[in-house]
């Protein structure tokens, strides 16, 4: 069974800083997701990926596959960035995917 | 359509109502699954349609809820004789291959009072 383990569990930035957050999986995959998570409750998936790099806006990330690796990264972060950022890998079995705990951001201005 | 899509996007009911959650998949995807997020915890599988069918199931967590899926599209998360610990975020999402192929709807936020 795959094991997914993000760090920080919180994190609170100043508007502007650079943001990093990390997850780590025990079980090889083929790809890896990060969701976004409002205060309001919506979920909103941010990335699928299944190598190196990808960028979207101020969002970026990337995936070591071989070290069990990925990390979001979050330019000039903004109050608006404030949510929990989940990520999440296959679990095994078809339909599973195995979601970590999330990353609760809060960014002030 | 363009996304999937989950109605409604909040439902407060009252225990032991039944609820039903809706879910509309992206067109032709053929791949549906099912997730919740209770308070304060991360989220779980809780099923899994390829087509019409439910190979996986694992996760559904009583015998209260059940799951549909009719032509190929919508799907339906009933919930019989709601309790409070059924409060929680459920998630839906589809593919067009696998999991790790899929695209997730906003979520409907349950509230059991």
């Known amino acids: 069974k795959n094991e997914v383990e993000q760090s920080p569990q919180n994190l609170t930035a100043q508007e502007g800083e650079f943001i990093t957050i990390n997850c780590s999986y025990s079980?090889?995959?083929?790809?890896l997701h990060w969701l976004q998570q409002h205060p309001g409750g919506g979920i909103v998936s941010l990335f699928m990926?299944?190598?190196g790099k990808k960028k979207h806006g101020r969002l970026i990330a990337t995936i070591n596959i071989q070290e069990k690796h990925s990390s979001l990264h979050i330019t000039a972060s903004h109050p608006r960035d404030s949510a929990v950022y989940i990520c999440?890998?296959?679990?095994?079995?078809?339909?599973?995917?195995?979601f970590g705990k999330g990353t609760k951001l809060s960014v002030k201005p | 359509g363009a996304g999937v899509s989950q109605s409604p996007s909040n439902k407060v009911t009252e225990k032991g109502k039944d609820v039903e959650l809706r879910c509309d998949p992206i067109?032709?995807?053929?791949?549906l699954y099912w997730y919740r997020q209770s308070l304060g915890q991360g989220l779980e599988f809780l099923i899994y349609?390829?087509?019409?069918?439910?190979?996986?199931k694992s996760g559904l967590p009583s015998d209260r809820f059940s799951a549909e899926r009719t032509g190929g599209s919508v799907s339906t998360l009933t919930i019989q004789r709601t309790q409070q610990e059924d409060s929680a975020v459920y998630l839906c999402?589809?593919?067009?291959?696998?999991?790790?192929?899929?695209?997730f709807g906003q979520g409907t936020r349950l509230t059991v009072v």
């Open positions: 999402a589809s593919s067009g291959g696998t999991v790790t192929e899929a695209f």
């Open positions: 079980v090889g995959i083929s790809a």
């Open positions: 990926l299944s190598s």
């Open positions: 999440a890998a296959p679990g095994g079995s078809q339909g599973n995917l195995i």
């Open positions: 067109s032709g995807h053929t791949a």
């Open positions: 349609f390829q087509g019409n069918s439910a190979p996986d």
